[in-house]
């Protein structure tokens, strides 16, 4: 099964915060012996426009050049490269630079600028999410002083395109890593109910597909990697979520509209990425990260 590329290059983007920290943090966990680490920082605007050195962009460069610095400190050599990417958005930035280098995972922290321990709704996190290149990896709050190694790894699951796209990264990953793989199914069990009064019959039926599915991606799995599956009833979201408290990392798919190579985000992606305190990565159908 075909996962992440091992020495596919990793950006993360930097922003001389705690978000930064966090993100370094994750990108640094997640790489592959080997695998390059871009280091970007993003400003809003054009780059060098010639000519003397206005005062505002001045500070911009020196902030820049620190932030670029507090990552330095952290990654030292295990990054390849640091740069400062300009564009009319941080976003947009980091996408520039996920194609440029053929990006297999853009690394971002939480941005938080709703409730406390919540993304919200247009926050730079959420906009480098939406049509990004490749997979995107959401550091929560504090995870660059947790220190906590990734052990256990959870996958949204249905036998979908994009959770086969989700599943396969996931594998990459546990392998990687030694972690240990827990396939997760959720069944929309409001769907059933608002269905008629033939929905509730159809849930047996429902659980033994979804328990089949699951044994059958289980079996396709290198077998020195430790597996385990689950059924879950309920809020596709909530519950993920829930499940994910005993994971160290949750690997979910995008919805599979609009261009194939885009993370596009659907409700249940949209939710987790707004609630998780996990380690989250959100993986876009036929992506880099799902090719072979």
Do not use: K, N
């Amino acid at each position: 099964m075909a996962g992440m590329p091992g020495t596919g290059p990793i950006v993360v983007g930097v922003d001389g915060r705690g978000g930064g920290d966090d993100a370094l943090a994750l990108a640094l966990a997640l790489a592959a012996p080997g695998a390059p680490i871009v280091v970007v920082t993003a400003t809003d605007g054009p780059g060098d426009l010639g000519g003397d050195e206005a005062p505002w962009r001045l500070r911009l460069r020196l902030r820049a050049e620190e932030t670029l610095d507090r990552a330095r400190e952290r990654a030292g050599d295990r990054a390849a490269s640091y740069e400062v990417a300009h564009a009319g958005s941080p976003a947009s930035a980091l996408h520039g630079v996920a194609e440029r280098v053929g990006a297999s995972l853009l690394v971002v922290g939480a941005d938080h600028h709703g409730p406390i321990g919540r993304i919200a709704a247009g926050s730079v996190t959420e906009q480098v999410l939406h049509a990004s290149p490749c997979a995107v990896a959401v550091a929560p709050a504090g995870l660059a002083d947790d220190g906590r190694r990734v052990a256990t790894i959870g996958v949204g699951y249905d036998d979908g395109p994009e959770s086969r796209a989700a599943l396969a990264t996931a594998v990459d990953l546990a392998d990687r890593l030694g972690a240990r793989l827990r396939l997760i199914d959720v069944l929309p069990t409001e769907a059933f109910w608002l269905s008629g009064y033939a929905g509730p019959l159809v849930l047996p039926e429902m659980r033994a597909d979804a328990r089949r599915a699951l044994g059958d991606a289980a079996q396709e799995i290198d077998p020195s990697i430790p597996v385990e599956t689950m059924v879950l009833e309920g809020d596709p979201a909530a519950l993920l979520a829930r499940a994910a408290e005993r994971l160290d990392l949750l690997v979910v798919g995008s919805r599979g509209f609009g261009p194939l190579r885009r993370v596009l985000l659907g409700s249940v992606s949209a939710r987790l990425v707004r609630d998780l305190d996990r380690p989250l990565v959100v993986v876009p159908r036929t992506a880099r990260t799902a090719a072979s």
